[in-house]
């Protein structure tokens, strides 16, 4: 048995909604807590309630306590991010996160800017293969179902690429 990372991870709706479309959301059930900004939390709540409802992830609604930092309001108007993404990278700052979770490139991008690690559904669901959480097949199944059982966009080329390197480890 694996144990538990002690991993705090402030979570965008991208990888709530799309983990949860594809079965997965149990994947962040070893962090020791994901905090979704009260934003994102709506935002779910208005597009895939149940991503909200899962018993076996530990999930804390989070407002930030100040405002956005200059930088932050900067990359905000610069990178033309939601408020949700915002809210995301606000919280991962004041928290000092392990990562946040985003399938946003522009938050990620605007992330690596503050110094915020960013990951997004696809690196979860690889992760899920060194955890031991998920096969190499199960995660090829989940990979190749992608396309039709989730909204993630996700260039084809990418996604071959990422099903070739999973079958080489199967």
């Known amino acids: ?80 991010l939601h408020s949700g993404e915002l809210q995301a990278l606000q919280l991962a700052q004041e928290l000092a996160a392990d990562f946040l979770l985003t399938d946003d490139s522009a938050a990620k991008l605007a992330a690596k800017t503050i110094h915020v690690s960013a990951h997004g559904t696809l690196g979860i669901l690889l992760r899920a293969i060194r955890r031991r959480q998920r096969t190499p097949g199960e995660i090829l199944n989940v990979l190749n179902a992608l396309p039709v059982r989730s909204t993630l966009h996700v260039k084809r080329e990418l996604l071959d690429e990422i099903i070739r390197q999973v079958e080489a480890l199967a």
Request: charged share 30%; glycine share 2%.
């Open 1 to 80: 048995m694996n144990e538990a990372p002690a991993l705090l991870v402030v979570c965008d709706a991208g990888p709530l909604i799309h983990l949860d479309e594809l079965n997965c959301l149990d994947l962040l059930a070893d962090f020791s807590r994901v905090v979704v900004p009260d934003v994102v939390w709506r935002e779910v709540e208005l597009h895939r309630p149940t991503a909200l409802d899962q018993k076996t992830i530990r999930l804390a609604r989070f407002k930030p306590r100040e405002e956005p930092s200059a930088e932050l309001t900067s990359l905000h108007r610069l990178l033309a």
